[in-house]
């Protein structure tokens, strides 16, 4: 490969913009997704007392909200020393799951469907939630809505507001629920269940039951043998909002786990000259470029590879479908020992595995006999000095890390977010989905751009800004650049 | 957030203050809104008659907005925009039909849908959404980095946009 030098001053950044760049032969040397980057959140933090966090975090983006702010608590009460009773813990879990329906389901419905239901060739137009409703029935739409309605009343009831939750503090909760309130959400998570078991049929019935779809989960484009993160339970399960984080070889071999406060003696950042963009890769490893395998400490952070992670999960239904998945993709286990799928498409199916176990989850912690206790906090009375909060974000692990002065006012603040730890396995999905369309500089124009989406939207990625400005279509622009880094030709959608 | 300026019942008509207001000029849909809630407020307080309306603010798109649009007959969102070559703090306002050629460098809806395949998808649900919806835009200069603080231009465009959306809404958003 010849090496492309770019100047430093010529940083890529846009947003949703793809840079390809071709060897002297034409063919895919490398290629970029630019992701937008907020900037200088922890300067805006520091100075604020610790407590603001979980308010001021869950306002970064309108995409996650109840992510950031399970985090800022957590890292809360690691500051101030202070362990919630039982109920605050639990109560958190079960807004955290109400929210794991909704968001899967809307990832499902919204964007993962319209590859595999509409169908990858199908004009751009038609590859939104309308085309998927077309194919699968218009009452389907009734209970996405439905699904997220409820999902939405959850959150209301157990955070107080219904978009940007407020409840989880340092120490626990500021409110419990009412008996009657823990009646409707048990009755929720019961309909959920259902509705997450309706999905994988649909799954089950249009893409495992379409031979062509099926042959390209397993294609090798859309493979890779990365390391893989996620948080598990002291079982070794997927657990969504607590546990030690573990990381698997590509070929099946747990490299270890680690309390969250740790992740700086796990995680390292890589820089290069042509971002502002920093690469999580895993310090033990090292890192190696944007390389699959063993001795490259690329990992993944998503549905997918928290089920790789994992033994498997926690409740019954969720267990049966997490060995179904496996037992069609992975039959065999690494030489590591464990079963694990790379074919990042299936990421769609893992994430569907998780709505159900989300849903089983509600309906577990509404039956708990202390989740109306109202015990929910524990008011802090040590010396805060400095916590670091880890949950499992939709699309990635994420941790928030706080130091504080001793009247609590925030010195320091880093925040690894979920899809930070996806720019690097992002950055080579989309080489892989360019190569397969371009060859000695010719560049096949049909189904390129949809090829290279569904390349980085099957990890979820969360543009921070996704929802800050005008409302309009997702924009999307491929720049293709020679060898010597002219730009020979520009693809876009929506822009 | 939801604030009721005319009574307690839903009102006919929702304004949108949408942004965030961390991130410096995106939050000036948020302050818009509370211009236009200061105004109402002090005009309901002077005993003159107010338009049924209610205030709202709010950091989400696609799916989410729709979901927040059900059940008033109109809606004004009101937002930054980042407009090719326009002068910062330009205060425009359209039918949201006419947005669809501004909608360049947006990013609207990487984890749902687009406001307008919302639309289309709660209407074939038979959903209660607005039959009219205008945009109120201001022109921004920097949306990317975190600051509660406006750009001294946007910030002047604030009782602009204000006084559009208090006609909008007096004109029954039409």
């Known amino acids: 490969m010849e090496r492309i030098t770019i100047d430093p001053v010529t940083r890529l950044e846009g947003h949703g913009k793809i840079e390809i760049f071709l060897d002297p032969d034409g063919e895919v040397a490398n290629a970029y997704f630019q992701i937008p980057e907020l900037r200088g959140f922890e300067r805006f933090c520091v100075g604020r007392p610790v407590e603001e966090m979980p308010t001021l975090t869950n306002r970064i983006c309108g995409v996650c909200p109840e992510a950031h702010h399970m985090a800022a608590a957590k890292a809360g009460d690691a500051v101030y020393h202070v362990d919630p009773p039982r109920t605050a813990k639990l109560l958190r879990e079960l807004l955290y799951s109400a929210f794991y329906v909704t968001d899967h389901t809307t990832h499902f419905y919204a964007l993962g469907g319209p590859d595999f239901v509409v169908g990858p060739d199908a004009p751009a137009a038609e590859r939104n939630i309308l085309g998927v409703l077309a194919k699968v029935g218009m009452e389907v739409g009734g209970k996405v809505i439905q699904a997220r309605k409820q999902g939405h009343n959850v959150v209301e009831m157990i955070g107080g507001r219904k978009i940007h939750p407020a409840t989880a503090v340092p120490g626990g909760m500021t409110q419990g629920i009412t008996e009657e309130q823990r009646a409707e959400i048990e009755k929720i998570g019961r309909w959920s269940i259902e509705f997450a078991q309706f999905s994988l049929g649909i799954f089950d019935q249009i893409v495992l039951g379409n031979d062509a779809y099926k042959e390209m989960v397993l294609s090798d484009g859309y493979t890779h043998r990365t390391y893989y993160m996620g948080l598990v339970d002291p079982n070794k399960k997927v657990n969504f909002y607590d546990g030690q984080v573990s990381i698997m070889s590509p070929d099946g071999e747990r490299v270890g786990t680690y309390a969250p406060a740790e992740y700086r003696d796990w995680i390292a950042e890589h820089v290069e000259p042509w971002t502002y963009l920093k690469f999580p890769y895993l310090k033990k490893v090292g890192w190696k470029g944007f390389v699959d395998g063993a001795d490259s400490g690329v990992y993944c952070a998503t549905p997918l590879s928290r089920l790789n992670t994992a033994e498997g999960m926690a409740t019954p239904l969720a267990q049966a479908a997490y060995e179904r998945f496996y037992d069609t993709l992975a039959p065999k286990p690494e030489p590591g020992g464990k079963r694990l799928i790379h074919h990042r498409l299936a990421t769609h199916w ?84 360019a190569e397969s369309l371009i060859h000695k500089g010719v560049v096949v124009h049909q189904g390129l751009l949809n090829r290279v989406e569904m390349a980085f939207r099957l990890y979820d990625p969360c543009f921070g800004c996704a929802t800050h400005s005008l409302p309009g279509e997702m924009p999307l622009q491929v720049a293709i650049r020679n060898a010597d880094g002219e730009v020979i030709e520009v693809l876009s959608q929506n822009c | 957030m939801a604030d009721h300026v005319s009574g307690d ?166």
Request: charged share 25%.
């Open chain 1, 350 to 433: 893992a994430r569907l595995v998780e709505l159900l176990y989300a849903a089983e989850r509600m309906v577990e912690l509404a039956t708990d006999p202390e989740i109306t206790s109202p015990n929910v906090r524990i008011v802090p009375t040590e010396k805060p000095t400095e916590g670091v909060g880890t949950v499992e974000a939709p699309r990635g692990t994420l941790t928030h890390h706080y130091v504080t002065d001793e009247r609590g006012v925030l010195t320091s603040v880093n925040l690894l977010v979920g899809t930070t730890n996806n720019y690097a396995p992002m950055a080579m999905s989309v080489k892989k989905a």
């Open chain 2, 9 to 174: 019942r839903q009102a006919r008509t929702i304004v949108v203050g949408l942004g965030n207001p961390l991130l410096g000029d995106d939050g000036v849909g948020w302050r818009v809104a509370d211009e236009v809630e200061g105004l109402l407020r002090a005009a309901r307080d002077a005993g003159r008659p107010i338009p049924d309306v209610e205030i709202e603010r709010l950091g989400v798109g696609g799916l989410r907005l729709m979901e927040c649009l059900t059940g008033y007959e109109a809606a004004i969102l009101v937002d930054a925009a980042e407009f090719p070559d326009r002068p910062i703090g330009e205060v425009r306002s359209c039918c949201f039909d006419e947005l669809a050629e501004f909608a360049a460098g947006h990013l609207d809806s990487a984890h749902d849908a687009s406001l307008r395949t919302a639309l289309t998808l709660g209407r074939r649900l038979g959903a209660s959404l607005p039959g009219s919806i205008h945009a109120v835009t201001v022109q921004a200069r920097r949306t990317d980095e975190f600051s509660e603080e406006l750009s001294p231009a946007v910030a002047a465009a604030i009782p602009v946009a204000a006084e559009a959306v208090v006609e909008l809404v007096a004109a029954g958003a039409r």
